[in-house]
């Protein structure tokens, strides 16, 4: 079947860590974006990526990084530098142009 | 620039009565707007989408919206609500470049009372 996949689904992390959160979609979508969701701020755009091998940053960009080395992925680094990395962060892919995304199931991340 | 704005952060119904969670939009160009349901600790699902084509939309699980231009509104309705329709709401417009941005409200949370 085809779809996005998030990997961990729980991550945990201890302050002045980075971690990877994984995707991978086999939808063939040229699109990728990050977002991250806080309770009652509905969701953030991190990251986002057009093409392989280039991406942009989004609104909240500071403190995490990105890469697109292939179609099919576009892991985020959360870095130590993120000062409240507490959330829930989703990844979606879509068409290229004004359509509609396709999100993963998510990966909850809890700073301990 | 693009935004949108869900009136109500919490609403409430009974099982069987209607449901209507309301979104306005601000664009600077004609908007390609949707509406996306999410499960607890689950990503989003489509629910539907308007791309200036028909302004009254369809979607999945007995839910529809209606684009009005004059009011700059794509409320989302059900006739009668179910216990299943407990969910989070989004409505998003996409940006306004080519690139596929979606720009969310702050969602609305749906209980269905029994």
């Known amino acids: 079947d085809g779809g996005i996949t998030q990997s961990p689904k729980y991550l945990f992390r201890k302050e002045g860590q980075n971690v990877t959160l994984s995707c991978e979609q086999n939808?063939?979508?040229?699109?990728m974006y990050w977002y991250r969701q806080d309770p009652g701020q509905g969701l953030r755009l991190i990251y986002y990526s057009q093409i392989v091998n280039d991406f942009q940053k989004g609104d909240i960009a500071e403190g995490y990084s990105v890469s697109r080395e292939k179609k099919e992925s576009f892991p985020l680094t959360v870095t130590s530098a993120q000062k409240n990395p507490t959330a829930f962060y989703l990844c979606?892919?879509?068409?290229?142009?004004?359509?509609?995304?396709?999100f993963g199931q998510g990966t909850r991340l809890t700073v301990v | 620039a693009q935004s949108v704005t869900q009136l109500g952060s919490h609403v409430s119904v009974s099982e069987g009565a209607l449901v209507l969670l309301r979104c306005n939009y601000s664009?600077?160009?004609?908007?390609?707007l949707f509406w996306y349901v999410q499960y607890p600790n689950q990503g989003l699902q489509l629910l539907l989408k308007y791309t200036s084509a028909a302004t009254l939309v369809k979607g999945i699980n007995g839910f529809e919206a209606e684009f009005k231009k004059s009011e700059t509104s794509f409320h989302l309705t059900k006739p009668s609500a179910h216990m299943s329709d407990a969910a989070e709401y989004f409505c998003a417009v996409s940006g306004s470049s080519n690139t596929g941005k979606l720009i969310f409200g702050q969602g609305t949370t749906l209980q269905v009372k029994p």
């Open positions: 664009s600077s160009v004609p908007p390609y």
């Open positions: 939808l063939n979508h040229d699109a």
């Open positions: 979606a892919s879509s068409y290229s142009g004004r359509t509609e995304a396709f």
